[in-house]
T-cell receptor, first 111, second 116 residues
Framework: GQQLNQSPQSMFIQEGEDVSMNCTSS?????WLWYKQDPGEGPVLLIA?????ELTSNGRLTAQFGITRKDSFLNISASIPSDVGIYFC???????????FGAGTRLTVKP | GAVVSQHPSWVICKSGTSVKIECRSL??????MFWYRQFPKQSLMLMAT?????????EQGVEKDKFLINHASLTLSTLTVTSAHPEDSSFYIC????????????FGPGTRLLVL
């Protein structure tokens, strides 16, 4: 199935800086989700978006569901060392159960 | 969210043997579970959708006779890698889907398989 285009592939930032990553697709999704995966662990859900244009926050994380339903972004403000990990976007459609994942953004935070 | 466990968390086996991985939904009855595979530094790739009481639906390119899935109850799905080979070494992750409007998936901690 189609994959999502996620960028950037990796980021190296200083503690305290803000982070932004995004996902785009050539097709429409009805749900966008953002997950974080630590090494050797399964992905953990950060934010779920269900409506076009929706802007949702979870602590220092903010994500938006694009108006066209073909994109989403995730922002992390005031990064801290424990933000290190791989962030995946995922898109889901109503007509099937499975999700499609982006390739991931590997975040490194320097203390 | 749902709590999902997997067992074992890691396994090393000889080439040609079969390995069974369990996925349990601890606090939620899941009619649908999913199995993913993740190679190093790559994203998750859906292998199959596991439906309680019926045959699993496999993604294109995934051999159903090699990756046997059994979803015998609302809280347990198993993935058996039959006649494992080194190229089957990977990180296998299951997820459960919450019924309802959100249909959000929650993932297990994963099982790392190394085939020697």
């Amino acid at each position: 199935g189609q994959q999502l285009n996620q960028s950037p592939q990796s980021m190296f930032i200083q503690e305290g800086e803000d982070v932004s990553m995004n996902c785009t697709s050539s097709s429409i999704f009805n749900t966008w989700l953002w997950y974080k995966q630590d090494p050797g662990e399964g992905p953990v859900l950060l934010i779920a978006l269900y409506k076009a244009g929706e802007l949702t926050s979870n602590g220092r994380l903010t994500a938006q569901f694009g108006i066209t339903r073909k994109d989403s972004f995730l922002n992390i403000s005031a990064s801290i060392p424990s933000d290190v990990g791989i962030y995946f976007c995922a898109g889901q459609k109503w007509n099937n159960n499975d999700m499609r994942f982006g390739a991931g953004t590997r975040l490194t935070v320097k203390p | 969210g749902a709590v999902v466990s997997q067992h074992p968390s890691w396994v090393i086996c000889k080439s040609g043997t079969s390995v069974k991985i369990e996925c349990r939904s601890l606090d939620f009855q899941a009619t649908t579970m999913f199995w993913y595979r993740q190679f190093p530094k790559q994203s998750l790739m859906l292998m199959a959708t596991s439906n309680e009481g019926s045959k699993a639906t496999y993604e294109q390119g995934v051999e159903k006779d090699k990756f046997l899935i059994n979803h015998a109850s609302l809280t347990l799905s198993t993935l058996t890698v039959t006649s494992a080979h080194p190229e089957d070494s990977s990180f296998y992750i299951c997820s459960v889907q919450l019924a309802g409007a959100s249909e959000t998936q929650y993932f297990g901690p994963g099982t790392r398989l190394l085939v020697l």
